[in-house]
């Protein structure tokens, strides 16, 4: 074509990314020598093949790691930790910085290896991918240098291990690598098989930087080598990033084993446009929400909600700004839509395109141009989608985009969290008090007011529900690689099944029947059974009802359908906190004397431990309205609230060392944030808690806040574990019923918090305070981009 | 406001998978340059203007920050943008001191816009790629017609109390006929700001049917005064009523606020072209004016002309650029394109 003929047709034409740098730097590595460890380059047992998804053509062969690899390198971690940890924060800030501008200095580099080696187009890796990875190191040198101040009384976890995913290869080494380094920790990294190379890269800038041998390990290998960092003991932390199911099977992996996790999985982020929204602004959001990346990004905003009075019209624009899309060489400049990672993934997307259409969504895809080879998927817009279709319900990682429509605010709210999904949010809407309305309803740890996919190491990314939990980014995120000292003391016994005591104590007290006490009142067992409870002497003191998984049936269902507690004001709360302290205080010799007559307790550590108990609700009923979230201030003229949400409903399984106080440390933080409480109190001295019954009734307690199941604690627990109402359960218990609670609670992913067996200091100053307030939150990430 | 999206000069029967009108417009071979039914406004619609008040002036910054990213025009492709530029320019000149002879000359930069080795070198001198049209202030108009006589080049006036505005409608008015007396084809009118901070939207409606109705066979062009609306909001209203009460073209500025047309102002304009144009299948040209000097900006406009509006609206008779200096950048990049070497400005004539 001539120029003016060109000047006639006005098309883009190519705009190729030069990639000979890159052809240069694969050319000249040795990649069966790639698992970086101990500062030093190692071949794997076997070699895998990367390869180019425009093209499917061989990129390099790269060494794989196995079991003994992975020991090796954990073995360099550990080796290099006490160096590292106690290092000052000014030096290891020094090495982040370091790493963030070599990275600079070759982002080019960085960013046509993603491309080659993901398929995302270059203007993605280059104007975001790269970018971003590297604020991230940028940052957390901050993070680094600030964790004394910060973050008192914390100290790196040690050891961790850390797998990715290959959607956005470099950018989650960058969020699992920076605040681990930033915290003291050493790593042993795992980048996806698909896309090893600029984890490559990566490793030799950190031989350039500065970064002392051991200190950053990354391993190149499969679901094996995967599968040995997650089983190896010296690890001390998981950090995970990929698909749901292989969360649950390493949540279960590392059941009991006292890791410390964090997983970021799947999504099925809604994308709500109501009627008064931008709506050309949005059309352009969901461009930026579903088909970046090629929709291979977890918190996608793959199921549209468009209010029904603006559907058509909304739906037309869309299909006109597809029609606009370009598909094709991730190389060139122009592309805003490349292959698919695999052909694997290209035959998964098709398929549940396909099954969601026999299911009866309409899929419609514009006639643009494709190119003939690598594993390329039209952008897809499914309509007709009804919320039970496979397209509604199952993450696609595609650029495959699901509508529904809904008539008001309340059913947006509803459909939008009628996912088992909690990732990601977008609301759009040109009222703040609409948007600002919906944000906190929404079960996802970001949402996005007016815009989607912003993200920022400032600012905590991370899930609801089975989208995993953990937060990367951002002071929340400093806390997935800290921990702070729990008094915790020896091994907790199983209760063993002994001998019930028969001859009741002296006295002619009337007879006393302890029940349940569900939903504001005390109701009998389901079972209609009872359990004796013996007095330090062996006697009987009283009988309590045995609860069921009926029991926890009827009080989560309790829990949940509480709102009066979540929703009231933190101020009211407190009033509420401060009430029940004033209520026991008034009982504080009854109880004292029931601590004494169970547990055998001198009168004055009795009176203590009542008094420590009214002192605990009388600090949680101060804090209810002071642990508050912040807002962040990313590199935009937006404002990021970290707000702190309630997890939700909390299973709490006291422990029998304290019964009162224990009981009390734990109900009373995860009320003051507005969880609503399912406890199953001391199983030995369960009447402390019964008696309880009176003084919640007397506190303005709304029912269904607290519910109290007596019975078999391990037994219970994991009826708690494995109820998918549930959202967050604390065990202190045996270890025994602690690892099965974490390894049950994969149906959900319910937060689970146990001692691991041991039992606590309650009387401890450490066992109260932030780092309990901290379990009984989620934190949610609400961006508000402003200007007009 | 109608829910379906029409598109020019396409109809787009149902089918079973409805390839939309607009991908084809996209993509679509230009189309003749003439012939567009002239917009002839409609009742003011408070209620429609309603419906498209919403602009999220952070959504509309993201949006043109990605789309220049977005795209890139390389190469050949590059050379035949920047000669598009040209073809839609309005190259102008509005500064107190100009002369007569001032205008004569920058009439034969139009009609003569490159030095011959670039035309031969580009190989275009089988067609006249120059300035759509010479923008000047009334007193010039009898001047710049004498001076472009015959060569098909357009003469556009700023006439009505430019830049402010602030003068009684009927001086305006007759302002606006004495350019028409004098030649011009073009009249570009500056709308009083104020009206648009007061809400007083009939008002303003009302000033621009009589203007249009004064500039008779003329092209009217309405020059909204962006830089002094202060929000996007103001720019989408803005542009509804002035299309509603007749516009040919919609303008950003005229050159004299301190902030003149950017991309988001563009963007906003851009997009009350196409609601409108959904709304009543009138095409309604679009000239951002102002500040925009250098090739890259222009490549930068016309992006986002072609992504947002089509193929269609990249024609001289709905874009136009308003420009002084921006030809010479053109020409130095065209320079560059065919030797390799940088140039400089004095290696092509002025204007």
Known sequence: MNILERYHAMEYGPAPEARSEADAWLAARDFSKALFIGGEWKAGGKTFDTSDPSSGK?????????????????????????????????????????????????????????????????????????????RHFIHHAGWAQALDKDFPGHKGVGVVGQIIPWNFPLLMLAWKIAPALAAGCTVVLKPAEFTPLTAILFAEICERSGVPKGVVN????????????????????????????????????????????????????????FEDADLDSAVEGLVDGIWFNQGQVCCAGSRLLVQEGIAEAFIAKVKTRMSRLRVGSPLDKNTDI??????????????????????????????????????????????????????AQEEVFGPVLATMTFRNTEEAIELANNTRYGLAASVWSENVNLALHVAPQLKAGVVWVNGTNM?????????????????EGGREGMFEYLSARLPLGPAIKPVPAGAQPVEQTEGDAIDRTAKLFIGGKQVRPDGNYSLAVATAKGKLAGEVGLGSRKDIRDAVAAARVCKGWPEATAYNRSQVLYYLAENLSGRADEFAARLSQLTGAAAKAAREEVELSIERLFLYAGVADKFEGRVHQPPARAVTLALHEPVGVVGIIAPDNAPLLGLISLVAPALAMGNTVVAVPSERYPLLATDLYQV?????????????????????????????????????????????????????????????????????????????????????NVWVPYGD | ?????????????????????????????????????????????????????????????????????????????????????????????????????????????????????????LGISGEKIRPAAVCVYHPFVATAVEALRGTGTHVAAVSTAFPHGLTPLSTRLQEIEASVRDGADEIDVVIPRGLVFGAKWQEL????????????????????????????????????????????????????????????????????????????????GFKPAGGISTAKASLDWLVLIKEELGRRWLEPDLFR???????????????????????????HAMA
């Open chain 2, 321 to 347: 650029f308003g420009a002084s200096s921006l030809l010479t950048d053109i020409e130095r990049q065209l320079e560059h394109h065919l030797t390799g070497h940088y140039s400089a400005n004095h290696r």
């Open chain 1, 338 to 391: 490349g292959p698919l990672v695999d052909s694997t993934q290209l035959d998964r997307v098709k398929g549940l395109v396909a099954e969601g259409a026999k299911q009866g969504a309409v899929c419609w895809q514009p006639d643009v141009a494709l190119p003939s080879s690598g594993y390329y998927h039209l952008p897809t817009l499914a309509t007709g989608v009804s919320p039970a279709n496979i397209l």
């Open chain 1, 218 to 273: 990354i391993v190149q290998g499969g679901p094996e080598a995967g599968a040995a960092i997650v089983n190896h003991p010296g690890v001390q932390k998981i950090a995970f990033t990929g698909s749901s199911e292989v969360g649950k099977i390493i949540r279960k992996a590392t059941a009991g084993s006292g890791k410390k996790l964090s997983l970021e999985l799947g999504g099925k982020s809604a994308f709500v446009v």
């Open chain 1, 58 to 134: 061989l990129l390099a062969k790269v060494s794989d790691a196995g079991a003994a690899d992975i020991d090796a390198a954990v073995s360099a971690a550990t080796k290099a930790l006490p160096r590292w940890s106690a290092s000052s924060g000014y030096s290891r800030a020094k090495v982040l910085y370091a790493i963030g501008r070599a990275m600079q200095r070759h982002q080019r580099l960085f960013a046509v290896l993603e491309s080659i080696d993901n398929g995302k187009p270059i203007r993605e890796s280059r104007d975001i991918d790269v970018p971003l990875a590297i």
């Open chain 2, 205 to 284: 409606y009302n000033e621009i049917v009589s203007m249009r109705a004064a500039c008779g066979e003329a092209h009217l062009k309405v020059i909204l005064g962006t830089g002094d609306l202060a929000t996007l909001r103001n720019v989408m209203l803005a542009s509804m009523v002035a299309m509603m009460a007749g516009a040919d073209f919609i303008k950003t500025s005229t050159g004299k606020e301190s902030v003149n047309a950017t991309l988001p102002v563009g963007l906003a304009m851009v997009r009350a072209i196409r609601a409108y144009y959904e709304e009543t299948g009138y095409l309604i």
């Open chain 2, 1 to 121: 406001m109608s829910s379906t999206i029409r598109e020019a000069d396409l109809g787009a029967g149902p089918s079973k998978i409805t390839p939309l009108p607009a991908r084809t417009a996209a993509n679509a071979p230009a189309p003749q340059a003439h012939g567009i039914a002239r917009n002839p406004g409609m009742k003011l619609d408070l209620g429609f203007m309603e419906s498209v008040r919403s602009v999220n002036r952070s959504a509309l910054e993201r949006r043109v920050a990605s789309l220049t990213k977005r795209r890139s025009i390389k190469a050949d492709n590059q050379a035949a943008w920047l000669l598009r530029a040209v073809a839609c320019m309005d190259l102008t000149t509005l500064n107190s001191n100009d002369t007569d002879e001032r205008v004569r000359r920058l009439c034969a930069k139009a009609v003569n816009p490159f030095r011959r080795d670039i035309v031969e070198g």
């Open chain 1, 455 to 471: 993200f920022d190491a400032a600012c905590g990314f991370g899930g609801y529900r089975e989208s995993g939990f953990g937060r």
């Open chain 1, 696 to 780: 919640i009734e007397y506190s303005d307690v709304p029912a269904g806040a607290i519910n109290i199941v007596t019975g078999r604690s391990a037994e219970l627990a994991g009826v708690l574990a494995k109820h998918d109402d549930v959202d967050g359960l604390w065990v202190f218990a045996d270890a025994e019923t602690c690892a099965r609670a974490e390894a049950d609670s994969v149906g959900n992913l319910k937060r689970v918090w146990t001692g691991n067996g041991r039992s606590l200091d309650w009387a401890s100053i450490e066992a109260a305070g932030d780092a309990f307030l901290r379990r009984a939150v989620e934190v949610k």
